[in-house]
């Protein structure tokens, strides 16, 4: 693979990038642009690497490296991606050895931009942005963060182990890297905890792990990915813009709003059915009787709104339910599927160390039009890519 450097304080972020890489397996040939040497050098490069170096044409012409290094590479990651050699890859301009490389590259490319949020919010940014994704190139929002000096905003380069996990998909992948490109898609995850008093809360086992993988995977298949996210303690998926929120009604909020304009929801986070009818204001003490019972009131059914939502506007949005069972498993899925009224259902069994906190999933993905979808056991990932696939083939063209 090609990793391609540019000029930006956050190159010193990618060396772990490299290493990553490295570490893995995969034969790594760096290339900077000529002041990316200004922050690592290539002493840095070559040693990590175990490659040469090269930011011209000119260093060993008569291999042909402009042509020879883009042909040759299974995907080019370009990270950090700056404004100017963002500007540069969507104008066809090859003043260097990288801009070359971009042009012959008939791989996956990759870029991860870091910039000022000035810088990535100004109209040509987002213009030369969306010629690249409209030509196939996964390229990642930044995430939002410290910059540089006292700077904080959307402009930072995610962290080496998601970029990481992002090539590691695509490479992982094989075929088209980009066949969600252009595509806005919302996902849920984690979930919902409903207060009781300021300390406790009546809450479900769901890690979000699942919901995670979702929204990676279609990041890595170039979508443009918004993450609702209910109390989930993992890191951002690269590339996804991340809202947080906490109890259903929270989370019912968040994702009537971010949904409006989206292709395809999935609603993967586990949503408590009730929430206390009064919340204590104070932590409630013993009394050394019986506690009082807590009152339930029934929270708004999310998935149901939506699909309602998308009926009523005729958006020919494709919505994704899930359903974690612990008997009785199609049988409870079919009938969830026809009183929610979603396009896909994912049905799962759950309990007793499986789907909840674990890394790997199986389940049956239950269509309207009457389908079923065995998924075998085997990573969280594997069964979101399957997932995606059988969205992809519903979208409208």
Same mark, same amino acid.
């Given at each position: 693979m090609v990793l391609g450097v540019g000029a930006g304080i956050a190159a010193y972020k990618v060396c772990e990038l490299l290493r990553r890489f490295t570490e893995s397996g995969h034969r790594v040939r760096?290339?900077? !642009?000529?002041?990316?040497?200004?922050?690592?050098?290539?002493?840095?490069?070559?040693?990590?690497?175990?490659?040469?170096v090269a930011t011209g044409v000119w260093a060993a012409a008569h291999d042909v490296p402009h042509v020879r290094i883009g042909r040759e590479a299974d995907l080019v990651f370009v990270a950090?991606? !700056?404004?100017?050699?963002?500007?540069?890859?969507?104008?066809?301009?090859?003043?260097?050895?990288?801009t070359n490389t971009l042009l012959t590259a008939r791989c996956p490319v990759i870029f991860a931009p870091a910039m000022h949020t000035e810088m990535w919010d100004h109209p040509a940014t987002q213009a030369n942005v969306a010629t690249l994704r409209a030509r196939g190139a996964i390229v990642l929002d930044p995430a939002v963060g410290r910059l540089t000096g006292?700077? !904080?905003?959307?402009?930072?380069?995610p962290e080496p182990d998601e970029l990481f996990a992002v090539g590691r998909r695509v490479l992982r992948r094989g075929g088209p890297a980009s066949d969600l490109a252009?595509?806005?898609?919302?996902?849920?995850?984690?979930?919902?905890?409903?207060?009781?008093?300021?300390?406790?809360?009546?809450?479900?086992?769901?890690?979000?792990?699942?919901?995670?993988?979702?929204?990676?995977?279609?990041?890595?298949?170039?979508?443009?990915?918004?993450?609702?996210?209910?109390?989930?303690?993992?890191?951002?998926?690269?590339?996804?813009?991340?809202?947080?929120?906490?109890?259903?009604?929270?989370?019912?909020?968040?994702?009537?709003?971010? !949904?409006?304009?989206?292709d395809?929801?999935?609603?993967?986070?586990?949503v408590a059915d009730f929430r206390p009818e009064t919340v204590a204001t104070a932590k409630i003490k013993k009394s050394g009787g019986a506690p009082q019972p807590i009152a339930l009131a029934e929270n708004p059914d999310v998935l149901a709104e939506l699909t309602r939502e998308r009926d009523r506007t005729a958006s020919g949005?494709?919505?994704?339910?899930?359903?974690?069972?612990?008997?009785?498993?199609?049988?409870?899925?079919?009938?969830?599927?026809?009183?929610?009224?979603?396009?896909?259902?994912?049905?799962?069994?759950?309990?007793?160390?499986?789907?909840?906190?674990?890394?790997?999933n199986q389940a049956v993905v239950l269509g309207a039009d009457g389908s079923a979808t065995d998924i075998p056991h085997g990573p969280k990932e594997d069964l979101a890519d399957r997932v995606w696939d059988l969205v992809r083939e519903r979208l409208v063209r």
């Open positions: 760096v290339v900077p !642009t000529e002041d990316a040497l200004r922050f690592v050098g290539e002493p840095t490069w070559a040693a990590l690497s175990g490659q040469p950090p991606a !700056t404004a100017d050699l963002l500007a540069r890859a969507a104008h066809g301009i090859a003043d260097d050895l990288l006292a700077d !904080t905003g959307r402009g930072r380069l252009g595509r806005h898609v919302v996902v849920s995850a984690g979930g919902t905890r409903e207060p009781i008093d300021p300390v406790r809360f009546l809450g479900n086992r769901s890690s979000g792990r699942q919901g995670y993988a979702l929204a990676a995977t279609a990041v890595a298949r170039g979508a443009s990915v918004t993450l609702v996210a209910a109390n989930v303690d993992l890191p951002d998926p690269a590339g996804a813009d991340v809202r947080r929120v906490g109890s259903a009604r929270e989370l019912r909020a968040a994702m009537l709003a971010e !949904t409006t304009r989206a395809a929801v999935v609603m993967a986070a586990a949005q494709i919505i994704v339910g899930f359903a974690a069972e612990t008997d009785h498993v199609l049988e409870h899925g079919r009938a969830k599927l026809a009183r929610k009224g979603c396009d896909l259902l994912v049905v799962n069994q759950v309990g007793e160390g499986r789907a909840f906190g674990t890394a790997d």
